[in-house]
């Protein structure tokens, strides 16, 4: 087996597992919080990237529409607990789950209501093609729009770690998702966290919108990619940020890997359907997830 | 009980569950600054719901006190939730202690101090006095308190609620399941936060012994009403309270016991 070419797809199928990782990330932080699986979120990454590419296409600089866009989603949130999760405290959280939905379909269809359904092309001044560094000394193609995705996704974990383990409001947010009543009884507001939280999955929904609206153009479809994080989150966890990018990785590369290898002797199509058979695996060994919360268990 | 103006008035509510549920019929207590006041009863007679009426939790399971008024500080609390109810003063500890299991013991306390607006300095300086007091905590404050005892985890949550700086704790069965050293170990604490720091308490306990002998004052609840109360000396002398509250009921009486209860009941709801 040529060495070279295996490197190239370990490596590149990595750096596009990195952005299922992005759009998995915005599940797993309102899990997190409030044991919430958003439905939404897909809608979120769609409406988000629909507003960016409006507004850079209105003439505005790319920091300005991306300010407003910002803006946009963090009111969007605040807009989203106010209207629908305050009515909705101590329902059971299936209710919250369908409530998830009926925004899913509202967000899809105010995107496409306030914008168009156009498909937009998204130019945010990356190109999509290979690194000539890296071409010249091993001879992979490795392609620069991965790379700098890779890094901005890694940056993004970065900081959400640092918010969620060293400040107040991540304690209290990681405090939230392990028992609501209690946080409750210590004084934590939890409208306020669940605000905060959906702002910033609305941000997170924001960078993957951005970059997968530059690889595949800004379109309905951007609502759909959320199925591909599904698997990401049952081998990684639910519950776990570093889980989302580590299950990322881990599928982004294995889906590419058995396409290439396993591809031909089984008649190819592989991609397709390899992570959900790597996830339901994980679910029999650990149905918690390779980085999911320990589900604490006391005798 | 005092003359001063009691720290909380409870008057007369009533606590009504998922709109049709009728559990509290009545009930009307209070704490005096600086007391350790018992809130007695046998399991489901309504203490747990009294404190979460108190603390203002009761909102989030569907719970509503639909006459009668609370009182904290003098002022009515009508209309505040649970976070302005720990940023005046007034905190509850859980029934089951409650700690985040997947935070550390230190991370835990912390949490404590969401509303305290002191300052960084300040809320160290209340972890080490919260320390002083539980030092087994400190030497374990990295640990994660889902992997912890009984009753490490009930000084945990007792920890947690002081790191708001409380005026008082609603503290709700301490005891429950813990080895009655460890009982003794914590309520020894309490009585200690309480002369101490002057910290007051109201204290839900079924283990009537023990809470009668570190409170001040007693009220005891059966099927949502105060059927009794008075001092803690007074209550825990009393035939009724002894009988079927401490257990110390004379072996002849046993055989009639089922017909006394109920006649005692009887006179004690008239
Ligand atoms: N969330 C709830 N919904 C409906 N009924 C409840 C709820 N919580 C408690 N109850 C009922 O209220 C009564 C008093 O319960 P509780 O206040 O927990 O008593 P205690 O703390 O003295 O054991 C019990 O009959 C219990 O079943
Ligand atoms: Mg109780």
Redesign the pocket.
């Known amino acids: 087996m040529d060495v070279v070419f295996f490197f190239e797809v370990l490596i590149s199928g990595m750096l596009s597992g990195v952005m299922y990782s992005l759009v998995a990330l915005g599940f797993v932080l309102i899990y997190k919080a409030s044991g919430v699986f958003n439905f939404a979120q897909g809608a979120m990454v769609l409406l988000a990237a629909l507003t960016f590419v409006r507004f850079l296409e209105m003439g505005l600089p790319i920091w300005l529409a991306l300010s407003l866009t910002l803006l946009v989603m963090v009111v969007l949130a605040v807009l989203i607990e106010k209207l629908v999760l305050s009515h909705l405290v101590n329902q059971p959280l299936i209710i919250l789950f369908m409530a998830t939905i009926g925004l899913n379909f509202f967000l899809e269809g105010l995107a496409q209501g306030v914008w168009d359904s156009q498909v937009h092309g998204l130019d945010l001044g990356i190109e999509d093609v290979p690194l000539a560094a890296v071409e010249e000394v091993t001879g992979m193609f490795i392609s620069v729009f991965d790379v700098v995705a890779a890094v901005i996704a890694g940056s993004l974990v970065l900081v959400l770690s640092i918010v969620f383990h060293k400040t107040k409001v991540g304690r209290a947010l990681r405090a939230v998702s392990d028992d609501h009543q209690a946080a409750m009884s210590v004084g934590i507001p939890l409208d306020r966290l669940w605000a905060i939280v959906w702002a910033i999955a609305g941000v997170v929904a924001l960078v993957a919108g951005a970059l997968w609206g530059q690889r595949l153009g800004v379109q309905f479809s951007l609502s759909i990619i959320a199925l591909k994080a599904l698997p990401v989150l049952i081998l990684g966890g639910f519950n776990s940020i570093l889980g989302a990018i580590v299950a990322g990785l881990l599928i982004g590369s294995g889906e590419k890997l058995a396409e290439v290898f396993l591809g031909p002797y089984v008649g190819g199509g592989i991609e397709a359907f390899f992570p959900y058979v790597l996830a339901m695996l994980i679910l029999f060994i650990r149905p918690e997830g390779l980085f999911g919360d320990k589900i604490i268990e006391r005798v | 009980m005092s003359e001063n103006k009691p720290l909380v008035a409870v008057n007369n509510i009533e606590v009504i ?2 709109h049709v ?1 009728l ?1 509290l019929r009545g009930v009307s207590l209070e704490v005096p600054e600086g007391g350790i006041v018992a809130l007695l ?10 404190l979460k009426a108190v603390s203002k939790l009761l909102q989030s ?3 509503e006190v639909t006459k009668g008024q609370i009182e904290f500080k003098g002022q009515d609390t009508k209309s505040l939730v649970p976070n302005q109810m720990v940023s005046r003063g007034l905190i509850q500890v859980m ?1 089951g202690r409650h700690c985040f299991e997947h935070l550390s013991i230190e991370e835990n306390l912390l949490t404590g101090a969401y509303t305290n607006k002191g300052g960084r300095q300040k809320i160290r300086d209340q972890l080490e006095l919260v320390y002083s007091y539980f030092p087994g905590l400190k030497e374990r404050r990295s640990s994660l308190a889902g992997y912890i005892s009984g009753g490490e985890q009930q000084m945990t949550a007792i920890g947690r609620a002081l790191m708001a700086t409380p005026s008082l704790i609603l503290l ?1 069965e301490p005891s429950m399941g813990l080895a009655p050293q460890l009982v003794e170990e914590i309520f020894e604490i309490v009585k200690r936060l309480n002369t101490e720091e002057g910290v007051s308490f109201l204290l ?1 306990e079924q283990n009537v012994t023990m809470a009668l002998r570190y409170a001040d004052y007693g009220y005891i ?1 059966e099927n ?1 009403r105060v059927v009794m109360d008075g001092e803690a000396a007074t209550l825990a002398d009393n035939e009724d309270v002894k009988e079927f509250y401490l257990g110390l009921g004379g072996g002849e009486r046993r055989s009639y016991r089922d017909v006394k209860h109920y006649r005692r009941r009887k006179r004690w709801l008239a």
């Open positions: 569950y998922d549920i559990v009863g046998a399991n489901g007679a309504g203490k747990t719901t009294t399971e569907r719970g029934e709700d839900a609840l949502g």
